[in-house]
């Protein structure tokens, strides 16, 4: 069993900045790539970051591009989004995801294992 538990989201201002975390556990594999996704009410699960195992394989999406930066620390098996310059639809349910294999992917269909999810709520 794998599992993945998210931390940091709240309620901030926009304009203002949050740092989300995401703490892997279990039987990983000896490498795995992770994401952070992200769906509001009433939409689909989103693609906002994902990293590949050493960093060197990093994708964002458009939305958050410049403003959101994806690492990852493995020797503590966690990886974090910090979020600046937040807007209002930046607000949703932040998900970590994790798949088997080195590189990243922008598809939530690619992932093996997901978190619960963390709120960020961003008032304008």
């Known amino acids: 069993q794998v599992q993945l538990v998210e931390s940091g989201g709240g309620l901030v201002q926009a304009g203002g900045s949050l740092r989300l975390s995401c703490a892997a556990s279990?039987?990983?594999?000896?490498?795995?790539?992770m994401g952070w996704f992200r769906q509001s009410p009433g939409k689909e699960r989103e693609f906002v970051a994902a990293?590949?195992?050493?960093?060197?394989?990093?994708y964002y999406a458009d939305s958050v591009k410049g403003r959101f930066t994806i690492s990852r620390d493995n020797a503590k098996s966690t990886v974090y989004l910090q979020m600046n310059s937040l807007k209002p639809e930046d607000t949703a349910v932040y998900y970590c995801?994790?798949?088997?294999?080195?590189?990243?992917?922008?598809?939530?269909?690619?992932?093996?294992?997901w978190g619960q999810g963390t709120q960020v709520t961003v008032s304008s």
């Open positions: 995801a994790a798949r088997r294999g080195y590189f990243a992917r922008v598809n939530a269909y690619d992932y093996d294992y």
């Open positions: 279990g039987r990983l594999s000896s490498s795995y790539a």
């Open positions: 990293a590949s195992w050493g960093s060197d394989n990093i």
